[in-house]
């Protein structure tokens, strides 16, 4: 019987086309991930071949999400088709084995649901073969095939899933017979996902988040989180570890479900409990007549029409069952997150309202849209669907009132969602005890940015369902337009927010900046969708199927008969309107404020570095000194800049013409004595000048800049952040045309470089012993200068402060405006910025210097601690590195468009999305606030007193040795040393992460080229592993002698090889190892404690038997690894408690083998026993380092 059914379903299904629609789209979009670039799923990146088992794995997890909906459809078919077809009780009269029957539909539904998915596997092979004879993509791209890649996936991710969702969804469809409700039990599914996957915000609950993910998607996340790229093209998925724990837990979960199913089910159909009704006796039939109706058609009978539609379809929407459902999603998705509350590096952030508004989007906006999309199927069809519709269709109204009704009710039940979740929000502070309530910010970016999206989709779905034959081919059209539309838009490298539907600039919301730049732009673009969504609906009203059902082509020809003119008028006059304001929103988008897409940008990269690269090595001179004069107009968002720049001819060569790439968006003029301008390309902002009166080795030049930044209109995006009504922040770099060729103009990526023809590009120059003229150029300004003087005029609005670099020489008022003049108090390198906003000010003094903060007055909690920082990061460093040379230090807070702090000679901007609003009140050590300034600070030092050459090696001297100097300033504040392993995870992540999505080949520290992960991470860790080792005090002397060797030094600058000369003299001969090992080649261990017995001795002294795996490891720059002998000094200690935060005894031992027994003896039983206890060395898996001390049978 099981064989029966099983069969019978697998041949229903298969004649039927949908299957093989579902089929082709995950086919196509795997295959146009294959062969494009405009197609990113994941995966794919850098040294990541296009057909790597990590890349597969990767899309057919996305896929298996997509799937849902497909995996709905075939089990609540193979569940409801003899109920719907009312073949059930015909059927279940003869005899049927239920398990046959049950499961036989069952499986044969979850085989048709797994066949979509393995359309992935066919669109990658017709993708790799088609490639492979059009070259759309380099072959080098891909790699070899392995077949257990394909059978892994399907028996570890399609299957498992299919099956559990096929559970959820065939149980409901048996429960409630109702399709609806069958495809709700696919959102239950996403919800669990969405909820398991906020667990992933911090590295701590990374097995929680692994175990608790239904697809298995995070789960995979966090297995190859570490991969190196060799390894993700490699190894496939393999039935090990926490996935397998995962995909056990899973499909136990489903096979329960799925028996509970079984148990419940019954070929008896139930009997519905009938209220008996009183028969009044008293009752006769009596005739009656029927009251004289005076029909009326006003403007009052349409509102009342109207009215009475509204009411009906609102409440049909609140009753429905599913919208109860979706409804309940939304709360229980919102409240888990809020539950976690804001994290930032283990810290928690006050609830500010932008916050709880990301949040509240990011949590419910995708069950709204699918509520107002379901609804308005619902709505069109509803009448159709009970039978009723000629009835009230034959009723006097027009079309368009019942159209705007069902679009009003659909908006409203979206706005109030919207609005209870905001008042969720507002509990959720309160319930926190933060009290600063903003309603209007509420309603504003509900006003700005939701409402405008509720109404483009209510009309363009309505239309959708109007123009379709029957609801789920409405459905279908309103999916891919409003879904599937977006990646069609960038398939085509398409990125007007005209064709996105519902698209508009981000109003993104700064308690600086209020909802900044982008409003006036999404005032026009939320018209342009109104009136779009009228449109619409005009024409849904003309085009509605009144009475029996015709065809679209009929209702057409009707309306062009019937429809009055009036009528059309209307559409006439909407469709005018709509056609001015999108012409309006074109001028300005497209126009004014024209941009590029993607590929012409890169074209035009290209293009330019084969144009103009034949002048990288022009000799051009160097500046020296600037003098500025700026206006700033925050309420324009304008800028004006006068600058004098002194340029000197520090060659040995005579220079005869001047190079420069203007900036884009300003308007530069440069006035250059005795010279001609000779060309001029407007195209790729590139500009020659001829000397008249050539510049000689040691000749000086005065260069006046004129530049201007006018804003106009309003873009397709949010505009340019930097400069703003309140929180103006640029640097040099902005507002100065560059001098040469610009390098950083090319393109970097090595694939897309050979898709254009292009040569590999080096990241950075290549370290070398011999002196070069690399030599002679920093990484921050590449020759364009060294360490200079610069003095600056700024104006802004008197309500304002504006701040340059330097001590402030002068302040006044002129003109409504005020005026400030700064100048660096020491040579500095050309490389700063300007501000301007209104500020709080917080000052203190240390030893003569000016400590400043500059500071929104909405944010005044955590800047007492901000000058404790800076204070203690003064005091280590003046200390232990040397002399701080500027009379001030400021940290001044910018609009949270961006999230970092930055260091300028004196200045550090810090964004107001992280120092400013974490709440510290419960932290006094161990902070990502202290460390961040700290890390800044540190810059005064390094970058801003040394920095290296323009080759690999550069920014560990800068990064590096910044992030160190920060890691010691916490050393020293922190009273638990323990607490220093809980601060250092995340660099160890960050580095083990970032190895992992390798563009082009991992270096050793001593060689990084700006690769963050290195310099930061990786860096990190060795430097505080290194004075772990050494001793703090050697490594500071030997930073400390560099520094005085290269401080404020001109060409050629020092590298990594000059600061290894003074590191290697400190290191004892015992632990020379450690320069080779940690700076100069890529190291790893793999450090595992198997076994940790204690039995105690007749002293009353507890002996510690440790059985120890010690292995070290070395990976070449694409991450293949290999063992190698060991002969290390590795840390040995024992935890008083579970928590592991009292390290009662630690003894640092020579590992020269890889297992190793060790036997020692403790005055206490420790809880715990770990090798590298304090987790100072980089191994990929530390859980296995530490182990429960048992009891020696």
């Not at 902005?734 to 001098?739: R, S």
């Amino acid at each position: 019987m099981f064989k029966t059914f099983f069969l019978s379903e697998l041949k229903y299904t298969l004649k039927q086309p949908m299957v093989y629609i579902f089929i082709f789209i995950i086919g196509l979009l795997e295959f146009g991930a294959t062969v494009s670039d405009n197609v990113q799923i994941g995966g794919a990146i850098g040294n990541v071949n296009r057909n790597s088992p990590y890349t597969i794995t990767l899309h057919i997890t996305i896929w298996c999400i997509f799937a849902l909906i497909m995996a709905a459809a075939f089990f609540n078919n193979a569940a409801l088709r003899d109920h719907n077809n009312e073949f059930n009780e015909i059927l279940f009269t003869t005899p049927l084995s239920k398990p046959g029957y049950f499961f036989g539909r069952f499986f044969g539904a979850l085989f048709v649901s797994t066949l979509p998915l393995v359309g992935a596997y066919i669109g990658l092979f017709i993708g790799y073969w088609l490639n492979s004879v059009n070259g759309w993509i380099d072959p080098s791209r891909f790699g070899p095939f392995y077949l257990e890649t394909f059978v892994n996936n399907y028996l570890l991710f399609i299957l498992p899933n299919m099956f559990l969702a096929g559970t959820v969804i065939f149980a409901m469809a048996n429960k409630w017979k109702s399709t609806v409700i069958s495809f709700v039990g696919g959102l239950v599914i996403i919800v669990a996902y969405i909820v398991s996957g906020s667990l992933m915000s911090d590295v701590d609950n990374e097995t929680t988040a692994a175990l608790s993910d239904m697809f298995g998607f995070n789960t995979y996340s966090i297995e190859t989180k570490y991969f190196t790229p060799a390894e993700k093209n490699t190894i496939s998925p393999s039935f090990s570890g926490v996935l397998l724990w995962n995909r056990l837990i899973w499909t136990g979960v489903g096979i329960i479900i799925l028996m509970l199913s079984y148990f419940s089910f019954s070929f008896k159909k139930k009997n519905k409990k009938v209220k008996k009704e009183k028969k009044d006796a008293s009752k006769r039939e009596t005739a009656f007549l029927l009251p004289q109706l005076n029909p009326s058609f006003s403007k009052a009978t349409n509102w009342q029409q109207f009215k009475s539609f509204f009411y009906t379809n609102f409440l049909s929407i609140v009753k429905s069952i599913t919208f109860k459902i979706l409804f309940l999603f939304c709360i229980i998705i919102l409240v888990a997150d809020l539950s976690g509350g804001f994290e930032y590096f283990g810290l928690k952030s006050y609830p500010l309202t932008y916050k709880l508004i990301d949040s509240i989007k990011d949590n419910t906006d995708i069950f709204i849209i699918i509520i107002v999309v379901f609804f308005s199927g619902e709505l069109i069809w509803r009448d159709r669907d009970y039978k009723i519709n000629e009835v009230i269709d034959a009723t006097a109204h027009t079309s368009f009132i019942s159209m705007a009704a069902k679009a009003l009710s659909l908006v409203s039940i979206a706005s109030i969602l919207n609005i209870f979740f905001l008042g969720i929000g507002i509990i959720y502070q309160l319930l926190y005890g933060f009290t600063r309530i903003e309603i209007d910010v509420y309603l504003l970016d509900f006003f700005y940015d939701n409402l405008p999206l509720f109404i483009a989709f209510a009309g363009i779905t309505i239309l959708v369902q109007v123009l379709s034959s029957n609801k789920y081919i409405g459905y279908f059209i309103a999916v891919l337009i409003l879904l599937v539309w977006e990646i069609v838009l960038s398939i085509l490298d398409l990125n007007s927010n005209m064709l996105d539907v519902g698209g508009g600039p981000s109003t993104f919301y700064s308690d600086m900046n209020s909802f900044g730049p982008g409003v006036k732009g999404a005032l026009w673009f939320n018209l342009y969708w109104a009136l779009l969504a009228v449109i619409a609906l005009l024409i849904a009203g003309a085009l509605w199927n009144r009475g029996s059902k015709n065809s679209l082509l009929s209702r057409i020809k009707t309306a062009r008969k019937e429809v009055p003119k009036s009528y059309r008028s209307v559409i006439a006059v909407a469709t005018i309107t709509w056609l001015g304001v999108a012409g309006y929103v074109y001028y300005n988008s497209q126009i004014l404020n024209p941009y590029r897409t993607g590929d012409e940008q890169e074209q035009l990269m290209a293009e330019f570095e084969k144009k103009y690269s034949k002048y990288k090595d022009a000799v051009h001179p160097k500046v020296t000194d600037a003098r500025y004069y700026i206006d700033i107009f925050p309420n324009k968002r304008d800028i004006y800049v006068k600058a004098d720049i002194q340029l000197v001819n520090e060659s040995n060569e005579t220079i005869d013409s001047l190079h420069f790439f203007d900036g884009l968006g300003w308007d530069t003029t440069l006035n250059i004595p005795n010279s001609d301008i000779v060309y001029k390309d407007s195209t790729y902002l590139y500009k020659i000048y001829k000397l008249s009166q050539p510049l000689l080795p040691g000749d000086t030049l005065v260069m006046e800049v004129d530049n201007k930044y006018i804003t106009k209109g309003f873009q397709n995006n949010r505009g340019n952040t930097m400069i703003v009504k309140n929180g103006t922040f640029f640097n040099n770099g902005e507002i100065l045309p560059t001098m040469g060729y610009n390098e950083g103009y090319e393109l970097s990526d090595k694939n897309t470089r050979k898709k254009y023809g292009l040569e590999p590009k080096e990241r950075t120059p290549e370290l070398t012993v011999e002196l070069s003229e690399l030599h002679n150029r920093n990484y921050l300004n590449n020759g364009q200068s060294d360490f200079i003087n610069v003095e600056t005029v700024i104006s802004t609005i008197n309500e304002q402060t504006a701040i340059a670099p330097g001590s402030l020489i002068k302040k006044w008022d002129e003109n409504g405006r005020t005026y400030y003049h700064y100048k660096t108090d020491t040579p500095s390198l050309n490389f700063y910025s300007f501000m301007s906003a209104e500020y709080e000010i917080a000052t203190r003094q240390w030893n003569g210097i000016d400590i400043e903060v500059y500071y929104d007055e909405k944010h005044p909690e955590n800047v007492e601690m901000m000058l404790d920082a800076v204070e203690r990061s003064l005091a280590y460093y003046t200390e232990n590195f040397g002399p701080y040379f500027h009379k001030q230090c400021r940290i001044i807070e910018f609009p949270r468009y961006a999230s970092f702090a930055q260091a300028f000679p004196g200045t550090m901007p810090y964004s107001e999305a992280i120092g400013f609003v974490i709440n510290l009140e419960d932290e006094t050590e161990n902070n990502v606030v202290d460390a961040v300034i700290a890390h800044e600070m540190g810059h005064q030092w390094w970058a801003h007193q040394v920095i290296g050459a323009n080759m690999q090696g550069g920014t560990m001297m800068s990064e590096s040795f910044s992030e160190y100097s920060s890691l010691m300033t916490i050393k020293n504040i922190t009273e638990n040393p323990m607490k220093m392993r809980q601060f250092l995870k995340y660099d160890h992540d960050r580095y083990l992460r970032g190895r992992s999505g390798e563009r082009e080949k991992e270096l050793p520290l001593y060689k990084v080229e700006n690769q963050g992960y290195i310099h930061y991470g990786k860096g990190s860790v060795i430097l505080y592993a290194l004075q772990d080792y050494i001793g703090e005090e050697k490594v500071n002397l030997a930073m400390k002698n560099f520094l005085e060797e290269y401080r404020y030094q001109k060409p050629p600058y020092p590298t990594s090889l000059d600061f290894l000369k003074h590191l290697e003299p400190q290191v004892p001969d015992s632990l020379k190892y450690l320069v080779t090992d940690w700076f100069k080649e890529i190291t790893l261990y793999d450090n595992r404690l198997k076994e940790a017995k204690y039995k105690k001795l007749d002293n009353g002294k507890y002996e510690v038997t440790l059985e120890i795996e010690s292995a070290k490891i070395k990976s070449d720059s694409l991450g293949n690894e290999k063992r190698v002998a060991i002969n290390d000094w590795i840390d040995v200690g024992f935890f008083m408690d579970d928590d592991e935060e009292h390290l009662y005894e630690q003894t640092r031992l020579k590992f020269n083998k890889e297992k190793s027994a060790i036997t020692v003896q403790l005055d206490s039983l420790p809880i715990k026993a770990a090798i590298d206890p304090r987790h100072i060395l980089i191994d990929r898996v530390y859980k296995d380092n530490i182990k429960s001390l048992s009891l020696e049978e």
